[in-house]
């Protein structure tokens, strides 16, 4: 069988085409950690020249319009720009949260589909169980000193 037309791929394929933030995830993810460095800045100035560019007319008009100070227009639009981003901010926690749940009731809803296959679970097996415990909490006490 070829690989490109096995199951897992193909079942990647419908994940993608399910949730086409992931295919978007899957390239950003690898390339800000390869090259975050250099990206990071990069995207940050071009942000700053894109709000620059509106910036400074919407400054000009307010001055204009409302016969303000340049100091007056840049505390207007300063205040609104900043009431705009936490207004988004509000909104992109809220969608985050809902698209959480939702995840995590696909997840757990799979999960339980599969119980049958899994075999025994942890609790039938108390030696796997203690190894997990010590393996995590060795590795949280590695994390702290």
């Known amino acids: 069988m070829n690989f490109i037309q096995s199951k897992p791929i193909a079942e990647l394929r419908a994940l993608m085409r399910a949730y ?15 090259v975050g460095d250099a990206v990071l800045p990069t995207l940050g100035h071009v942000l700053h020249l894109l709000i620059e560019v509106v910036e400074v007319p919407l400054e000009h008009l307010l001055e204009h319009l409302l016969h303000l100070s340049p100091r007056q227009a ?14 988004l901010l509000i909104r992109f926690v ?23 296959n899994l075999g025994p ?25």
């Open 20 to 34: 086409p933030c992931l295919s978007g995830l899957s390239i950003a993810v690898p390339t800000l950690i390869l």
């Open 74 to 87: 840049q505390g207007v639009l300063a205040w609104t720009a900043l009431a705009g981003l936490i207004y």
């Open 94 to 116: 809220q969608k985050t949260i809902a698209e959480t749940r939702r995840a995590t009731a696909a997840t757990t809803e799979a999960f339980r589909s599969l119980k049958g």
């Open 121 to 145: 679970t942890l609790r039938e097996r108390p030696a796997a169980t203690l190894t997990l415990t010590v393996g995590l909490l060795g590795a949280i006490a590695f994390m702290m000193f």
